[in-house]
């Protein structure tokens, strides 16, 4: 027997979904012990480290991690740029009379990057924003991943809002741990899909 939905009641199934998924895999990601995430991270950061597109970048997108949320740390990697001379970039939210203003910054090595109304960590709000041809690489974080390239995010939409500005030309890679990997992901227009991904154990390309 076949049953047939109408548009309005599948995307409200694919919400559902998604939110079982959000909660289960948070959960998960949570429970690891916070040596756990070093090692983790720290082998993730050698794939990236070694990632033959990292030879040419100029720009690299990155984000600062969320301890309470045991996100893959890009910290070891942040000062790897900085060493090289590697302008970086990281993401940023504005609250304007009209709504939310998305991008990323560039971050001057000697400012910091903290909180500013937002959950994540964001450059000054004086520096650089950056336009399309800035970024060569954008490392993006993700609580679920398929091989495929699509991510499942905390559900504000942020990085399918702005990654569409910089990419392409630049190459999108999501990080995330091996039990992160998702066979499937209930997909939908607007999300935005990753060029390759990358965890502690494996590299694949979408």
Known sequence: M???FDSETLAQLRKQAKAALRKRLNALRSSLPVQAVAERSGRIVERLATHPLLQSAQGVGLYVAMPEQREVDLASFHELLLRRGTRLYYPFM???PEGYITGFRQHRPGEVLEKRGQRFAEPSPSAPVAVRGDIDLL?????GITLQGYRL???AGFYDATLPDLCP???TICVGYDFQLLVELPVEPHDFK???VITDTENFKS
């Not at 490392?139 to 609580?143: Q, R």
């Open 94 to 96: 504005d609250r304007t």
């Open 169 to 171: 030309p630049a190459t």
């Open 153 to 155: 995010g905390f559900g």
């Open 194 to 196: 990753c060029d390759e």
């Open 139 to 143: 490392v993006v974080p993700a609580l």
């Open 2 to 4: 076949s049953t047939n």
